[in-house]
């Protein structure tokens, strides 16, 4: 395992505030780096994976919700 996956598979271990933590303060390190203009490709990719993620979350809350009445 390189060391990408590793930082990855220690991140999928923290707690949700920690992971929030983790990703605010990689943010704020990166803006000062010179990095490439995202292609439009890479924004819709992105989009869409934060549209599934969120079409998951609000299927399993919605699950719980009826499983609880």
Known sequence: MNSTQQLLASFEQLSEIEKQQVAAEILRRTMSLDL???????????????F????????????????SR
């Open 36 to 50: 490439p203009p995202l292609l439009d490709e890479e924004l819709n990719l992105c989009a869409e994976a934060v």
């Open 52 to 67: 599934l993620s969120l079409d998951e979350f609000e299927a399993e809350n919605e699950q719980q919700y009826t499983e």
